[in-house]
């Protein structure tokens, strides 16, 4: 028998991978895994396929193309007040490979990283992969606040990192200056490094700016700042990702990268240069379109007596289930509503470690209007046979 290493022999199948593959199987629409149901922006797609004709089809440098790499500098410095140089982006593919490149180069056997729940599932499978113990500090719905005073108390003089997603999915919140200001003190006052997790950045509503952990005192150094073309442009097929840290760690993180994918498409980075250039109306336009798919699910849910979660970020709308008097854990509705309604989600627990609140499902928002009704359609008739 081949002995498979425990961490992958144990694995489940993401939460992910496991509800759109229920919906490709049983036809369901499909709000569980994040991704809009358009094709992307068409400028982008051209630009892809002008770079595939005209431009090299062989391996770009490792860390990115200089043009791709030279427009997230310009993205960020105009977009957050960032000044990153070139060689501080490593360019991945996917943020997905940032976060495993982040944590292997940054971990150290018997190194303790402490994760946020509810947490992106690769968070913590990849810190064990690294040797790392992962030590969880819970978030409750509905506000999903950040307890400063469980954070100081998880860490140890073994402590090394902080995995840090904000814009926070799947709860849709935003952290507030005063948290990023308390949790940057913290990592100052401890010694931690922060992987930023930040892919949401673009996909804030309401006016709120972004503002990254990283830019706040002491944490220029001591932080590794991640984002995603695939979130910031709605084509997550396109597993285009980057991550900006000072110059001496970006250095340790394209090693990481340099034997994780080495490189990335050079058609889809040539592409994502150009739509990082775009003005911005063009990122204010796209993001009123998914804020109008926000308020359209928002109101199909509410309107079917769902207690539906405040939403500032994302494209994921959060439902208490027990607020809206339905007695199933979010588990055994994601796993009926698939079925019976054919509406796929995600079920939240699925992004803690340890106890998660009861009942609290996911819905993604980034689709077309006539599929979101269709959806609240059938969820409001699966809940009154629930009923
Ligand atoms: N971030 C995506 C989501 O929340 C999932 C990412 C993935 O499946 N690789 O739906």
């Keep these: 028998m081949v002995r498979i290493n425990p961490i992958y022999a144990e694995m489940e199948t993401t939460i992910f991978e496991h509800m759109s593959g229920l919906a490709r199987q049983l036809g369901a629409i499909n709000l569980g895994q994040g991704f809009p149901d358009e094709q992307g922006p068409p400028e982008l797609i051209e630009a892809a396929a002008r770079a595939l004709r005209e431009k090299s089809n062989q391996y770009p440098p490792g860390a990115g193309l200089p043009e791709l790499r030279d427009a997230i500098c310009g993205f960020y410095a105009r977009r957050q007040g960032l000044e990153f140089s070139r060689e501080q982006v490593i360019v991945t593919s996917g943020a997905t490979e940032a976060i495993a490149a982040s944590v292997l180069a940054l971990v150290d056997p018997g190194d303790e990283v402490i994760l946020f729940q509810p947490a992106y ?23 999903w606040r950040y307890p400063i005073n469980k954070l100081e108390q998880a860490i140890t003089a073994r402590t090394k990192l902080l995995m840090f997603n904000d814009p926070l999915n799947p709860a849709g919140t935003v952290a507030g200056e005063a948290e990023l200001a308390q949790i940057a003190r913290l990592c100052v006052r401890h010694g931690l490094t922060a ?30 700042k991640i984002g995603s073309a695939g979130k910031i442009f709605g084509l997550t097929g396109w597993k285009v990702g980057w991550m900006c840290a000072a110059p001496e760690m970006a250095e340790a993180l ?14 889809l980075q040539w592409a994502v240069a150009e739509g990082l250039a775009k003005p911005q109306a063009w990122f204010a336009e796209q993001r009123a379109n998914w804020a109008a798919s926000r308020r359209r699910l928002s109101r199909g849910l509410t309107e079917a007596d769902f207690d539906v979660l405040p939403n500032a970020a994302t494209w994921f709308l959060c439902v208490d289930l027990a607020a809206s008097g339905i007695a199933l854990t979010d588990r055994e509705f994601s796993e009926r509503a698939v079925r019976e309604a054919g509406v796929a989600s995600i079920p939240v627990s699925a992004l803690f470690e340890g ?19 269709e959806a609240a359609e059938r969820l409001a008739a699966f809940r009154r046979a629930l009923a």
């Design 254 to 267: 394209g090693r990481a990268h340099q034997f994780l994918t080495y490189a990335t498409p050079p058609a």
């Design 355 to 373: 106890e998660a609140p009861a009942g609290v499902v996911r819905f993604c928002f980034a689709k077309g209007d006539a599929v979101l009704d």
């Design 121 to 143: 599932d690769a968070y913590a499978p990849m810190v064990r992969r690294a040797g790392g113990v992962a030590v969880s500090v819970p978030l409750s719905p509905p506000h």
């Design 195 to 224: 992987v930023c997790d930040e892919v949401w950045e673009d996909v804030r509503f309401d006016g709120l700016v972004h503002r990254s952990l990283l830019d706040f005192p002491g944490m220029s150094d001591r932080a590794v």
